[in-house]
Each structure stands twice: as structure tokens, then as C-alpha cells.
T-cell receptor
Framework: AQSVTQPDIHITVSEGASLELRCNYSYGATPYLFWYVQSPGQGLQLLLKYFSGDTLVQGIKGFEAEFKRSQSSFNLRKPSVHWSDAAEYFC????????????FGTGTQLKVEL | DGGITQSPKYLFRKEGQNVTLSCEQNLNHDAMYWYRQDPGQGLRLIYY???????QKGDIAEGYSVSREKKESFPLTVTSAQKNPTAFYLC??????????????FGSGTRLTVV
């Protein structure tokens, strides 16, 4: 079954530093992959998505992600983190069986130090 | 603006009671979903619906029930059979029949606490 793994539960970075959040997927064919962000007590907001074409995708809020088939990865990056980026980040993949169902990773909590 | 509205934002339930969480969307999406979120476990699929009057069980449907009488509405009932209902519940919608390439739009969630 399709799955995603986010190996980092918590990450702390200083404001202005670069950020990379890791996501590894398990899927036989080309996956549809997503990154979502969640502020405390809120729903999830779509940051970016990949389903074909250019392996480097740009999203909102200055985020980007790179799809690497050879490494089964879809890591999220940002060149310079702002304090407002502190949130929880989820990687997700469309899984088979119809219904547009998404499988989510367990999330990475980002803390930004001023 | 189009979106998904979940109500209430906070809900308290006594043991043995059924409670219903509301989810309404005005995005004209055919597909709707309910997820449960627990700390450190990500989001787990409870039920989903691709069309009015039809819905399917997700991964953790036991103790929950849904209905889909209108395209705009997909209420979730947490029954007394759900042994550990305290969690954050998220409703989402998407365009059906697209293979999932557009992802989901989420509501802002309902936090359910058993007291």
C-alpha cells in the first residue's frame, strides 16, 4: 500500500536559516504528492503538489519541493525561514483504490527560534 | 468565498452519548472526507463519499457513522461505540474523478473531548 514517512518529528531552526523537511514515499508508479501546513487548532492548507513534469515544484509562502524518484523522496525546502512558518507540516500521497484518498505522514513540527 | 465550514469548533461529550459533527461546503465538490487527527499519528481516514447518497468506510470507521443526503453536507456521528473519541476531526472535500491531483480543501476542524 502507498505510504509516506516523515522521519523528523520535531525540527528547530533559527529565523533566516534554510529549511528542509524530509518525506519518503512508498509507491510503485509515479505518485501524486502533496505538502500541507497546519497552524495550531486549524485545518490543513495546501502548500504545493507534484503529479508529473518538472521535478522541482514551487508552492505558496516561498516553499518548494523536489521529487526524486531514485530516492523515493519529496523533500520540502525554504531558503529563509520566517517566525510565522512555525507550524506542523504534513506530506501526503494519493493512494490507489479510487476515491482520491490521501495517505498522510505523521507530520513534522517546526519551531522557529528568533 | 468558497470553503468548508465545520461546526462546532469545540464539542464536549459525556460517555455513552452520540454526537454529530457538522461539515458544509460550498465549493461544488462531489467528494468529501472525514479524518481523525491524534498527536503523533497524522491523519487517519474515517469515511469518504464520492457522490450523494453513497459513502465508504475508511481505515478507522468503527464507532462512527455518516450520511450524504446533500452534496454540500457530510455530517459525522461519533457513537457511543467509539471507545476513544477524544481527538481533532477534520473534514475535507475534493473534485471527484480527478485521480486526486488537486488534493483536498480542509475545514478548520472540530475538537471533541469526552468528559
Amino acid at each position: 500500500a502507498q505510504s509516506v514517512t516523515q522521519p523528523d518529528i520535531h525540527i528547530t531552526v533559527s529565523e533566516g536559516a534554510s529549511l528542509e523537511l524530509r518525506c519518503n514515499y512508498s509507491y510503485g508508479a509515479t505518485p501524486y504528492l502533496f505538502w500541507y501546513v497546519q497552524s495550531p487548532g486549524q485545518g490543513l492548507q495546501l502548500l504545493l503538489k507534484y503529479f508529473s513534469g518538472d521535478t522541482l515544484v514551487q508552492g505558496i509562502k516561498g516553499f518548494e519541493a523536489e521529487f526524486k524518484r531514485s530516492q523515493s523522496s519529496f523533500n520540502l525546502r525554504k531558503p529563509s525561514v520566517h517566525w510565522s512558518d512555525a507550524a506542523e507540516y504534513f506530506c501526503a500521497v494519493v493512494r490507489g483504490g479510487g476515491g482520491n484518498k490521501l495517505t498522510f505522514g505523521t507530520g513534522t513540527q517546526l519551531k522557529v527560534e528568533l | 468565498d468558497g470553503g468548508i465550514t465545520q461546526s462546532p469548533k469545540y464539542l464536549f461529550r459525556k460517555e455513552g452519548q452520540n454526537v454529530t459533527l457538522s461539515c458544509e461546503q460550498n465549493l461544488n465538490h462531489d467528494a468529501m472526507y472525514w479524518y481523525r487527527q491524534d498527536p503523533g499519528q497524522g491523519l487517519r481516514l474515517i469515511y469518504y463519499s464520492q457522490i450523494v447518497n453513497d459513502f465508504q468506510k475508511g481505515d478507522i470507521a468503527e464507532g462512527y457513522s455518516v450520511s450524504r443526503e446533500k452534496k454540500e453536507s457530510f455530517p459525522l456521528t461519533v457513537t457511543s461505540a467509539q471507545k476513544n473519541p477524544t481527538a481533532f476531526y477534520l473534514c475535507a472535500s475534493s473534485i471527484a474523478g480527478t485521480g486526486g491531483i488537486y488534493g483536498y480543501t480542509f475545514g478548520s476542524g472540530t475538537r471533541l473531548t469526552v468528559v
